[in-house]
T-cell receptor
Framework: DVKVTQSSRYLVKRTGEKVFLECVQD?????MFWYRQDPGLGLRLIYF???????EKGDIPEGYSVSREKKERFSLILESASTNQTSMYLC????????????FGQGTRLTVV | AQKVTQAQTEISVVEKEDVTLDCVYE???????LFWYKQPPSGELVFLIR??????QNEISGRYSWNFQKSTSSFNFTITASQVVDSAVYFC????????????FGGGTRLMVKP
């Protein structure tokens, strides 16, 4: 059974903290993505990576960075968490080449207080 | 730039009713893919269907059907004889000719099916 796994389901962090959200996929996919989901706004792309050590900005990269040191792992980093980063974060992966449906993790609901 | 619009933010129906979720998209790409995803209360997005821009045939899978009309840039999703288990948020998404198969999502439609 193919899987995208996010390290935490729920997180509560304080303003100014450095936050790491981890995502691991076991499908040997080249492409990995981080989205945030907010009511009425759907899913918005933060960053994506199409290869190890490669990263591209999505639509809303401000306040975030990413790391992809290994093919299976894609980390989202909030350098200094702020309350407006309270959201649901979703990780996804797809293989390269054919445009197949993305596989999503279960999501991390982050609350910044 | 790509854009996906789901004008219906919330729909409420009674079980066994048919319901159609609308999706309108914008893209300059000549080759693109359209998707529908379901997000149940558990939170994980579940892939339902992919349709490429060259295939305008409608598709039916059990109680689900999809109507792709290039002329109106629409990719609507119909659930026939809805059930309580269909209650979820449904997202329409678009992927064009870009690196990494990046998906652009609509705002989602919350469907509530009441018994």
């Amino acid at each position: 059974d193919v899987k995208v796994t996010q390290s935490s389901r729920y997180l509560v962090k304080r303003t100014g903290e450095k936050v790491f959200l981890e995502c691991v996929q076991d499908m040997d996919h080249e492409n990995m993505f981080w989205y945030r989901q907010d009511p009425g706004l759907g899913l918005r792309l933060i960053y994506f990576s199409y290869d190890v050590k490669m990263k591209e900005k999505g639509d809303i990269p401000e306040g975030y960075s990413v790391s992809r040191e290994k093919k299976e792992r894609f980390s989202l980093i909030l350098e200094s968490a702020s309350t407006n980063q309270t959201s649901m974060y979703l990780c996804a992966s797809t293989p390269s080449g054919a445009l197949s449906g993305a596989f999503f993790g279960q999501g991390t609901r982050l609350t910044v207080v | 730039a790509q854009k996906v619009t789901q004008a219906q933010t919330e729909i409420s129906v009674v079980e066994k009713e048919d319901v159609t979720l609308d999706c309108v998209y914008e893209t300059r790409d000549t080759t693109y893919y359209l998707f529908w995803y379901k997000q149940p209360p558990s939170g994980e997005l579940v892939f339902l269907i992919r349709r490429n821009s060259f295939d305008e045939q409608n598709e039916i899978s059990g109680r689900y059907s999809w109507n792709f009309q290039k002329s109106t840039s629409s990719f609507n999703f119909t659930i026939t004889a809805s059930q309580v288990v269909d209650s979820a948020v449904y997202f329409c998404a678009l992927s064009g000719q870009n690196a990494g198969n990046m998906l652009t999502f609509g705002g989602g439609t919350r469907l509530m099916v009441k018994p």
